[in-house]
């Protein structure tokens, strides 16, 4: 069979390059694009063996891609070996805490950490009352035994005398309360302070380390003392000048004197008020930063400037309820008490032979009535006192940025690391949110000055150097590429000014 392009039926003018010889079968067979150039010799699978990828050419050496602004051509540190668990949560977020937050976290802490915050505190209250009431009974007990062994006028003489004794016996005891005050505030600030990063003190550290701190906590409370007396003084002489009036028999002067001594003791409120929230934190700054009594009132002083108001309705909210709840208990307590007795003396009088058995009654509902007061009261020692450290805490990261420091006390502890240092004595990070009444120092972006009337080109006009383009007009393109404006510059002209 003849092929159908002959050179007999080419057509005249075709040349003979093109015929049948150029774009035959054999051009495009099997021998120029068959099995062998496209079979497994060239494209088979020893061009995509194993080692052509193999781990040398994305190890350690140099990137065969260019190197990069991380690229510094070493192997990476080895990452910590096994599984590492996320960061126990702590006990507030860290970064500066609204109102809401502050307050929730306050009865937060009542289940964090219970053994150590509430354990100590019932232990220390339960010794430091009953020793109170241990002393003065025993100096009275003592002085009526006295009384009723001596006779005439020495018993005359002891029993006027006992009083005195018993108020002397009180002064040990208030030095007792203020020991057990501030081995509870230690103790209950050491508590948040571990919270904060998701930690728990040990009662033993916590113990210890509070007695290192009470010394400073007692001179703290001292000069409170001492400070609330001199303030008392000039209402004690107003009213003694009272007194002293009215058995002179001059009424108007115990008007006068009588009128001052109101305006005295009001003004004496308002200062007790003002003094504790501005020393507030002042216990706080003495057990987590190791300061002195006057330096720890001083750092006080300066965290709650500007934060006054704040900090006082929080305190002040947060004693309130407490306070409530306590008068609810102790009414609770009388109430059953006055059911109790009318239930077993209806008439007012005891049925002969059941003498004991009311005694017992009423025994047994007063020491259940004692001890929910002594649980209230503990639980409001854990509340107040880890509410005046959660709010230096958060005063502490508003004004210093305490929360950077915290947060790097997680993470290393996250990580397996020991942390390098105290967070709660690191320096000061400048603050993270502006003080009220205080300026905020940040940059402002100040807009460039805008043309003067007559200076933006009319429509069809080009745009002459340095003055303003024309509305919707596409930027000039600039040959010189070093003439181009970096993003942190300013645009060449300045906006239109507004409407």
Same mark, same amino acid.
């Given at each position: 069979?003849?092929?159908? $392009?002959?050179?007999?039926?080419?057509?005249?003018?075709?040349?003979?390059?093109?015929?049948?010889?150029?774009?035959?079968?054999?051009? $495009?067979?099997?021998?120029? $694009?068959?099995?062998?150039?496209?079979?497994?010799?060239? $494209?088979?699978?020893?061009?995509?063996?194993?080692?052509?990828?193999?781990?040398?050419?994305?190890?350690?050496?140099?990137?065969?891609?260019?190197?990069?602004?991380?690229?510094?051509?070493?192997?990476?540190?080895?990452?910590?070996?096994?599984?590492?668990?996320?960061?126990?949560?702590?006990?507030?977020?860290?970064?500066?805490?609204?109102?809401?937050? #502050?307050?929730?976290?306050?009865?937060?802490?009542?289940?964090?950490?219970?053994?150590?915050?509430?354990?100590?505190?019932?232990?220390?209250?339960?010794?430091?009352?009953? #020793?109170?009431?241990?002393?003065?009974?025993?100096?009275?007990?003592?002085?009526?035994?006295?009384?009723?062994?001596?006779?005439?006028?020495?018993?005359?003489?002891?029993?006027?005398?006992?009083?005195?004794?018993?108020?002397?016996?009180?002064?040990?005891?208030?030095?007792?309360?203020?020991?057990?005050?501030?081995?509870?505030?230690?103790?209950?600030?050491?508590?948040?302070?571990?919270? =904060?990063?998701?930690?728990?003190?040990?009662?033993?550290?916590?113990?210890?380390?509070?007695?290192?701190?009470?010394?400073?906590?007692?001179?703290?409370?001292?000069?409170?003392?001492?400070?609330?007396?001199?303030?008392?003084?000039?209402?004690?002489?107003?009213?003694?000048?009272?007194?002293?009036?009215?058995?002179?028999?001059?009424?108007?002067?115990?008007?006068?004197?009588?009128?001052?001594?109101?305006?005295?003791?009001?003004?004496?409120?308002?200062?007790?008020?003002?003094?504790?929230?501005?020393?507030?934190?002042?216990?706080?700054?003495?057990?987590?930063?190791?300061?002195?009594?006057?330096?720890?009132?001083?750092?006080?002083?300066?965290?709650?400037?500007?934060?006054?108001?704040?900090?006082?309705?929080?305190?002040?909210?947060?004693?309130? #309820?407490?306070?409530?709840?306590?008068?609810?208990?102790?009414?609770?307590?009388?109430?059953?008490?006055?059911?109790?007795?009318?239930?077993?003396?209806?008439?007012?009088?005891?049925?002969?032979?059941?003498?004991?058995?009311?005694?017992?009654?009423?025994?047994?509902? @007063?020491?259940?009535?004692?001890?929910?007061?002594?649980?209230?009261?503990?639980?409001?020692?854990?509340? #107040?006192?880890?509410?005046?450290?959660?709010?230096?805490?958060?005063?502490?990261?508003?004004?210093?940025?305490?929360?950077?420091?915290?947060?790097?006390?997680?993470?290393?502890? =996250?990580?397996?690391?020991?942390?390098?240092?105290?967070?709660? @004595?690191?320096?000061?990070?400048?603050?993270?949110?502006?003080?009220?009444?205080?300026?905020?120092?940040?940059?402002?972006?100040?807009?460039?000055?805008?043309?003067?009337?007559?200076?933006?080109?009319?429509?069809?006009?080009?745009?002459?150097?340095?003055?303003?383009?024309?509305?919707?007009?596409?930027?000039?393109?600039?040959?010189?590429?070093?003439?181009?404006?970096?993003?942190?510059?300013?645009?060449?002209?300045?906006?239109?000014?507004?409407?």
């Amino acid at each position: 069979m003849t092929s159908p $392009y002959t050179p007999d039926d080419r057509g005249p003018g075709v040349p003979e390059q093109y015929g049948a010889p150029g774009y035959g079968r054999p051009q $495009y067979g099997d021998q120029q $694009y068959g099995g062998q150039q496209y079979g497994d010799q060239q $494209y088979g699978r020893p061009q995509y063996e194993q080692p052509q990828y193999e781990q040398p050419q994305y190890g350690a050496g140099p990137n065969p891609y260019g190197a990069a602004s991380w690229d510094t051509g070493e192997a990476a540190p080895p990452s910590p070996a096994g599984w590492t668990p996320a960061p126990r949560q702590g006990l507030f977020p860290l970064r500066p805490l609204n109102f809401g937050e #502050i307050f929730g976290t306050s009865f937060k802490l009542l289940r964090t950490n219970p053994g150590v915050s509430i354990g100590s505190s019932a232990i220390i209250s339960a010794v430091s009352t009953a #020793i109170s009431v241990a002393v003065p009974v025993g100096v009275l007990a003592w002085g009526v035994q006295r009384s009723s062994m001596a006779t005439g006028a020495d018993a005359q003489e002891i029993m006027t005398a006992t009083p005195f004794w018993v108020l002397l016996a009180m002064v040990p005891v208030m030095l007792l309360n203020f020991l057990a005050s501030g081995l509870m505030q230690a103790i209950i600030v050491q508590v948040v302070a571990a919270a =904060a990063t998701g930690e728990r003190v040990r009662f033993k550290q916590a113990w210890a380390r509070a007695w290192r701190r009470l010394l400073p906590l007692l001179g703290y409370y001292a000069l409170i003392g001492v400070g609330a007396l001199l303030a008392m003084l000039p209402f004690f002489g107003l009213v003694v000048g009272v007194i002293a009036a009215a058995d002179a028999g001059n009424g108007g002067l115990v008007a006068l004197l009588g009128v001052l001594a109101v305006i005295v003791s009001i003004g004496f409120v308002v200062l007790v008020v003002w003094l504790s929230t501005k020393l507030l934190l002042a216990p706080s700054a003495i057990v987590l930063e190791r300061l002195g009594a006057v330096a720890g009132m001083r750092r006080s002083w300066r965290l709650v400037k500007g934060y006054f108001w704040r900090t006082l309705g929080i305190s002040l909210l947060l004693q309130v #309820i407490v306070g409530t709840v306590g008068q609810l208990v102790s009414g609770i307590g009388g109430f059953v008490l006055g059911i109790i007795g009318g239930i077993l003396a209806p008439s007012g009088a005891v049925a002969e032979g059941q003498e004991w058995a009311v005694i017992g009654v009423i025994g047994l509902v @007063t020491l259940i009535s004692a001890a929910l007061g002594v649980i209230v009261g503990v639980l409001t020692v854990v509340l #107040i006192a880890g509410n005046a450290t959660i709010m230096y805490a958060d005063l502490r990261m508003r004004k210093e940025g305490l929360n950077i420091h915290l947060q790097q006390v997680v993470d290393d502890r =996250a990580e397996g690391r020991e942390p390098e240092g105290d967070p709660w @004595t690191a320096p000061d990070l400048g603050p993270t949110t502006p003080t009220p009444g205080e300026p905020w120092a940040q940059p402002q972006a100040q807009p460039g000055p805008y043309p003067q009337a007559g200076q933006y080109p009319q429509a069809g006009q080009p745009p002459q150097p340095g003055a303003a383009p024309q509305a919707g007009a596409a930027p000039q393109a600039q040959s010189d590429p070093s003439a181009q404006a970096r993003p942190d510059q300013q645009p060449p002209y300045p906006p239109y000014p507004p409407a």
